[in-house]
């Protein structure tokens, strides 16, 4: 009988993989009986697990080990087991009652598969559901040691951490590059216990007071009718709490500014929001707030290119991160922290330091660096490590101590509370992304998913029992002692006079930005105003806008053809700028970035080589565009194809000649012939870099390349497009450009916002 084609071919694939009639008899199972996969498959070496993914050890009261062995988790042995350790023979078929026969009850193996992966998923969490993990290194320069005792801190500390990037309001499987707030998230896992820093990459907060937390999320979130739109502000109870609750007013600034829509995780800013309190060994205090910055500088996205991204690669900043680690470009920041005198009003420079919608600029307070963080390791399981890694705000260790922030409060009983949920019971410590890498001997016992073997009587203090243990240890064993300070008041459901201002820090904000970032914010808020139904909401924006400024609330307003309500006192004359919180204008190591050469055999394919070599030099990616897959001219390997490359993937785009139509492009053969020589450029190149030049990233080109420039309506002469006849200085010039991120030179903004 012929065996039909694709039946052949299964058969094969099973052959091979199950290595029939290469094993050893099944004793008692013939190895010719049908069906047909008598054999176990061969499975893979199992992973070794991490040094950090102990499984809990749990000690007696003489704080030994017990000896369970913990680290038996999964993935033993050879052989495909059920959860109980016993091998089986099958996973591909039901037991049935013959062949084509009902399936039986009894199927036990059958059973445990479904009921497992009936239960695979567990809820989201409620707030940055959307996330990318990293394991790394946090280095300390021994600066902070003056004014705390945290032993992390201290000079030449080496510490292992878990950091986890996230946007705000999408779900799981929503979209990287969306208009929205970052977490920074950083477990360090000090040999005093957990610390928890739980930040964003924008430095304030939506509300002052944490009780008002499920307003702003219940407002930003889909609407509750037909959840829609989904991760985004771009929507009317977004804009209808925020123009009502004014002190919103300075978070959703940083929100339209190009903050929101980074480049990758790696080029953030970080910050702790709240002021925190940090105590040294004699217990003197000290207010602090938390800032990473970045090694490769603070670099966004252009609107239109975060919204092609968010259809083209969704996973766009989770595989950036992946891929720098994997490649050995390991993201680094440094820790840095504004240090505040502890005075009893907790006021500095007029700022109320307990207000986290409130900066205080790095010009009254330069930020003082302490510590390197190095992320150099990428999970080896999604699920085990970034999804089950539960931060808390309360993870704290001697030496740093928590403030009266009432935004901080909240967050104090919120983190702890929502693992009840996400994670299913009080035992989440016990995971292994979560476990202190320093000894733990609690009282806390039993529990769902409790899985330490607790050894002893007496859990409870005092005991006799258990000879006393685990006994209390004083500030010189470690303990952690919360700052003794004096407490009283009226009890009343108020706010301080000073959190009464909303206006003057977005008013400082707007004047610190660089003319071209005015003009994003200016698009960026138009753009999702113009998202709105109601008009109502657009026109007390409006009256906001004008609150902080007449030229902002002008190009708003007219963007969205509606007039530009007056403030409701003129504006002071002279306002201060911070320039710290301008991101443009600088230059940045350029490692990491992309470049995409666009070749097909028309182009030198010597000069393609020694450009790409240079691009590896220079420590940034390259990746060769050509018509097709597979080799260019025999010996150059395509990394993207015409069909499969967009322009949001490079940093920069250098075209080695003129790319002629390729015949899968629609369209191709009624290319307009373009010049003398005859040939249009491929419609897709010349997307590409059209693409690129309005996203005012760096292109270049030899060769013929000018031409392809033209032809995609690109002005050869505009900033930015760096031409010449030899490939390696053309990237040279190219690189110098990139250091600035883009050619913002390329569209000066309009004459208002200068
Ligand atoms: Fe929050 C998660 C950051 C205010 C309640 N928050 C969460 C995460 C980050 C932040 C980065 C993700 C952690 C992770 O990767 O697992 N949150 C902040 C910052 C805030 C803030 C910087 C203000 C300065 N958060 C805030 C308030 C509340 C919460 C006021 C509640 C009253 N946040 C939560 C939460 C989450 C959370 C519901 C959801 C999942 C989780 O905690 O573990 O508890």
Redesign the pocket.
Known sequence: EKSHPIKAAVDKVVDTVSGRGERAEIPGVPNSEPPSLEQPTEPREPLPPKPDQRGPDTFSPTGQPTGVPQDKVAQEGAYLTTAQGVRLRDTDHSLKAGPRGPVLLQDHHLREKVMHFDHERIPE????AR?A?AHGVFRSYGTAANVTRAGFLAEGAETAVFV???T?LGSRGSADTVRDTR???TKFYTGEGVFDL???NIPV?F?QD??K??DIIHAAKPHPDREIPQAQSAHDTFWDFVSLHTEATFHTMWNMSDRGIPRSYRMMEG????TFRLVDAQGKTTLVKWHWKPKLGVHSLTWEEAQIIGGVDPDFHRRDLADAIESGAFPEWELGIQIFPDTPDQMFEGIDLLD?TKIVPEELASVQPVGLLTLNANPSNFFAETEQ????TGHLVPGIDVTDDP??A??L???L???IT?LAGPNFAQIPINRPHAPVNDMLRDGFHQSAVHRGVAPYKPNSLDGGCPFHAGAAEGAYVEVPLEVAGRKVREAPASYADHFSQPRLFWRSLSPVEREHLVSAYTFELSKCYEQAVKERTLHVLAEIDPVLCEQVADGLGLPAPQPSQPPAAHLPSSPALSQVGREWPVDGRIIGIVADDSSDLGVVGAVRQAVLGAGMTPLIIAPKGGMLGGSLAVQRTFATARSVEFDAILLAGAPVPGKDAYGARDAKAGDAAGAGVDPRVALMVGEAYRHAKVLGGWGAAERAFVQAGVPASAAGVVLGDDGEAVLRDAVALLARHRVWDRFPPAAELT
């Open positions: 969490r409620v707030v940055h996330g993990g986890r990037f996230s705000v977490g920074f998230a739980v930040g964003n907060f509300i944490g009780i937390f499920p910050f702790g929001v709240h986290s890694v539960a931060f808390h935004l901080l909240a967050r009983f919120s983190y509370d929502t693992q996400r």
